[in-house]
C-alpha cells in the first residue's frame, strides 16, 4: 500500500491568538491549521489495492490519524470501495462501526452528545455495487465541510481535543482534507469549526443574555455604546451603535452555537460569550 505521508508534505500553517479573541485564557488555546492545497485522498483504480494519509496534529512527530481509501476485489458482478480509517492511539466520534460527521459548533469533548462516541477505527463511507444495484454505507457519503471529531494523546500522554473538516463526494472515492483545529489545553473542549478563543473578561456594563432569538442589553449608564457580535472562527458578524441604556439585537437568523459580545463605550469594553441553543 502507498504510503502518501512520506512523499508529500503537507502545506500547512497555524495561527496563534492574538487579538481579542484570540488571547490565551482558562479555556486553552485553539491552533489552527489550513491545508493549502486541499488534501485529497482517492480510492485507486486497480483492486485489492488502497492509498493513505497520516496527519500529525500537532507536530510532535507522533502520528495521530491515518486515513486508507480501499478498493476492495471486484468480478463481473460485484464491485467494492470505500474510504476507513485507523488510528494511533487516537479517537474519533463515531457510533456502532461508523465515523459521525459532526455540524458546526458541535460541542467535542470528553463527554459527547446522544448519538456519539470515541471510536478508534470505523469507516466513513463505502459503496458496493451488486449486479444492477448500489449500495451506499456510512455517515459521510455526499458530505461537504462536515466536521470529524478528534481525541488524541501528546508524546507527554496529555489529551487534546480537535476537529477537522473533510469533505466526501457522492461516489465514495474520494475524500478531502481541508483544515483542522485543536486545544492544546489538555482535556479542554471545542466546538467544531472554532478556529480561535473565546475570551470573556471581568468588566461589568451591564447584563447581557440571550433569550428566544434577540440579544438583550442593559447597560448601567445611557451613552453611545458600540456592540460587536463574532463567531467562533473570530469573524464580526453585526455592528451596531447605541446611545440608550436598553438595546435589544435580532439573532433569528444566526446559527446555533457559541457567540462572544463586545460591548464599548468610554466607561471601558466588556467581553461576554453567548450560547444560542
Known amino acids: 500500500m502507498k504510503n502518501l505521508s512520506f512523499n508529500q508534505k503537507l502545506n500547512t500553517y497555524s495561527t496563534i491568538a492574538t487579538g481579542v479573541l484570540l488571547a490565551a485564557s482558562a479555556n486553552g488555546q485553539i491552533v489552527y491549521h489550513d491545508i493549502v492545497p486541499d488534501s485529497i485522498l482517492e480510492v485507486p483504480t486497480i483492486p485489492a489495492t488502497g492509498n493513505s494519509f497520516q496527519f500529525d496534529l500537532n507536530n510532535d512527530t507522533k502520528v495521530d490519524i491515518n486515513f486508507f481509501g480501499l478498493r476492495f476485489s471486484s468480478s463481473s458482478s460485484y464491485s467494492a470501495w470505500g474510504f476507513f480509517a485507523l488510528y494511533a492511539g487516537s479517537f474519533v466520534t463515531g457510533s456502532n462501526s461508523y465515523i459521525n460527521a459532526l455540524p458546526l459548533n ?136 447605541t446611545e440608550n441604556k436598553s438595546h435589544i439585537i435580532d439573532l433569528q437568523n444566526l446559527s446555533k452555537g457559541m457567540y462572544l459580545v463586545e460591548i464599548i463605550n468610554k466607561s471601558g469594553i466588556q467581553r461576554k460569550k453567548i450560547l444560542i441553543p
Open 106 to 241: 458541535h460541542t467535542i469533548s470528553k463527554t459527547l452528545s446522544s448519538g456519539n462516541d470515541w471510536r478508534s477505527k470505523g469507516t466513513f463511507a463505502s459503496k458496493s455495487i451488486y449486479y444492477s444495484n448500489t449500495y451506499t454505507y456510512g455517515n459521510w457519503a455526499n458530505q461537504n465541510d462536515k466536521y470529524l471529531g478528534l481525541r488524541f494523546e501528546t508524546t507527554s500522554n496529555d489529551t487534546l481535543y480537535g476537529w477537522m473538516r473533510l469533505s466526501v463526494n457522492q461516489n465514495c472515492d474520494s475524500l478531502i482534507v481541508k483544515d483542522y483545529a485543536y486545544n492544546s489545553t489538555p482535556n479542554q473542549s471545542i466546538l467544531a469549526g472554532q478556529t480561535v478563543s473565546i475570551v470573556e473578561n471581568n468588566i461589568d456594563l451591564g447584563k447581557v443574555f440571550y433569550n428566544t432569538g434577540k440579544l438583550h442589553i442593559n447597560l448601567f449608564s445611557a451613552e453611545k455604546t458600540q456592540i460587536h457580535i463574532f463567531n467562533i472562527t473570530g469573524k464580526r458578524i453585526i455592528s451596531e451603535t
